[in-house]
Structures are given as C-alpha cells and as structure tokens.
C-alpha cells in the first residue's frame, strides 16, 4: 500500500518549488495545477517540479499509485512574494 501523500512548498527567484513525498513499491506520481496535468513518471520516495510565477496560482495536486492503492494531496499555490 501507498503511504501518506505529502506535499509542501517553498519559494526562490520568482520560482516556486513544489515537492511530494509518499512511501510505498512501483509508485507513478503525477502532477495537476487547476485540473491540467503537468508531468508524470515513476517516484522513489520523492518528486519535485518547478513553476514559474506566473504559473505558479492555483490548485497543485499531487497523486500517487501503484498496482495496490492511491493516493492525492492537493494545496493551493500562490504567487512567490
């Protein structure tokens, strides 16, 4: 089974850094902002993507699976200050 889905962020230069975390075997993530999908792969304990600042409004998700379970977190993102 799929751990916990956990994700945070922090901001540099204008970017903002989004980073999600789950445990678990033959995990795929996969990133959303405001519903449209970002970037796909496979996960080993983490993934990280990079918005710019104008991109960077919105709801991020981040879901994770694998042949057993899911798992999604979503957090709303702001333009960095």
Do not use: F
């Not at 995990?27 to 918005?51: A, D, F």
């Amino acid at each position: 089974p799929i751990g916990s889905v956990e994700v945070s962020i922090s901001c540099s230069s204008n970017q903002s850094s989004v980073s999600c975390s789950s445990e678990g075997d033959q995990i795929i993530y996969n990133w959303t902002l405001n519903g449209i999908m970002l970037e796909q792969g496979p996960m080993v304990r983490n993934t990280t993507i990079q918005l710019n600042e104008t991109s960077a409004i919105g709801n991020i998700s981040c879901s994770v699976k694998n042949h057993v379970s899911y798992g999604e977190k979503t957090i709303s993102v702001e333009p960095c200050p």
